[in-house]
T-cell receptor, first 113, second 112 residues
């Protein structure tokens, strides 16, 4: 039973297209995140939602728009994709007061050609 | 600004050759320091959380320690299955967003 699941796992698309990545967690956590991992394995936070409310919005181009329809789901929509958007995107969730930090999904590898 | 630096960037060990990975951090108020393991094509997997200087945690061949400025992940008699990227992260101070700030990771390769 997957705790944090992302779809799709791989996404290859052309420059200028619009694409979405979906994330769902079944842990009952109240906070969800999107992180971007570049080719050097560096993980950088993009967004965070707590109970459907946006609480972190780092310096990310406004072509990226997160949406949280409920506290178990956090989707990421990307408009007008650029070559530099190619990376692995991770969804994660956490619960305030937990000692376990985040639980991560398995990632979505986005390749823009 | 909160910052996390890991060293070395890459480490190659022979099976059974013990070593340590370093994580140096600067943060205005440490809420927690986390160690994760990441295998290729997978998401980071939680290993340890440390909260205060002097704290130690162990799991199989791994032991994490914490001082006021750095954390070490000691690997004793490693096996090939310990090969992975090890990530260190600090959590935003209390009262802030709770986000984790990651270092760039140490990629460990253990040869049989």
């Amino acid at each position: 039973d997957t705790a944090v699941s992302q779809t799709p796992k791989y996404l290859v698309t052309q420059m200028g297209n619009d694409k979405s990545i979906k994330c769902e967690q079944n842990l009952g956590h109240d906070t969800m995140y999107w992180y971007k991992q570049d080719s050097k394995k560096f993980l950088k936070i993009m967004f965070s939602y707590n109970n459907k409310e946006l609480i972190i919005n780092e310096t990310v181009p406004n072509r990226f728009s997160p949406k949280s329809p409920d506290k178990a789901h956090l989707n990421l929509h990307i408009n007008s994709l650029e070559l530099g958007d190619s990376a692995v995107y991770f969804c994660a969730s956490s619960q305030e007061g937990s000692n376990y930090g985040y639980t991560f999904g398995s990632g979505t590898r986005l390749t823009v050609v | 600004e909160d910052q996390v630096t890991q060293s070395p960037e890459a480490l190659r060990l022979q099976e059974g050759e013990s070593s340590s990975l370093n994580c140096s951090y600067t943060v205005s108020g440490l809420r927690g320091l986390f160690w994760y393991r990441q295998d290729p094509g997978k998401g980071p997997e939680f290993l340890f959380t440390l909260y205060s200087a002097g704290e130690e945690k162990e799991k199989e061949r791994l032991k994490a320690t914490l001082t006021k400025k750095e954390s070490f992940l000691h690997i004793t008699a490693p096996k090939p299955e310990d090969s992975a990227t090890y990530l260190c992260a600090v959590q935003d101070p209390p009262g802030n967003t709770g986000k984790l700030i990651f270092g760039q990771g140490t990629t460990l390769q253990v040869k049989p």
